[in-house]
Nanobody, 118 residues
Framework: QVQLVESGGGLVQAGGSLRLSCVAS????????MGWYRQAPGKQRELVAR???????NYADSVKGRFTISGDYGKNTVYLEMNSLTPEDTAVYYC????????????WGQGTQVTVSS
């Protein structure tokens, strides 16, 4: 059974930084892409950043220049470095991976809360 577990969320003041991590475990043959999404109260889940195995990345306009996605395919881990945080970044952050497993598909973590105080 494949499981994704996020960590690193918390409460931070505006202007501060956080680093999120997400580790996938289970019978994983390979990872095609990894990404981070977020969902604020009353809003739809949105893409924050995504990276492909080939190394290409894409970011939401609202986080460009402040957030950096990186990954370690050997460790089945994806990171999100978040700098210059603002209260508008407050949300539950979810990692997502497109995995080749016994059941290929899109897998999600349970989410980690990020709260930015003004």
């Amino acid at each position: 059974q494949v499981q994704l577990v996020e960590s690193g969320g918390g409460l931070v003041q505006a202007g501060g930084s956080l680093r999120l991590s997400c580790v996938a475990s289970g019978s994983i043959f390979s990872i095609n892409s990894m990404g981070w999404y977020r969902q604020a109260p009353g809003k739809q889940r949105e893409l924050v950043a995504r990276m492909s195995r080939g190394g290409s990345t894409n970011y939401a306009d609202s986080v460009k220049g402040r957030f950096t996605i990186s990954g370690d395919y050997g460790k089945n881990t994806v990171y999100l470095e978040m700098n210059s945080l603002t209260p508008e970044d407050t949300a539950v952050y979810y990692c997502n991976m497109l995995l080749r497993t016994t059941y290929d598909g899109s897998y999600w973590g349970q989410g980690t809360q990020v709260t930015v105080s003004s």
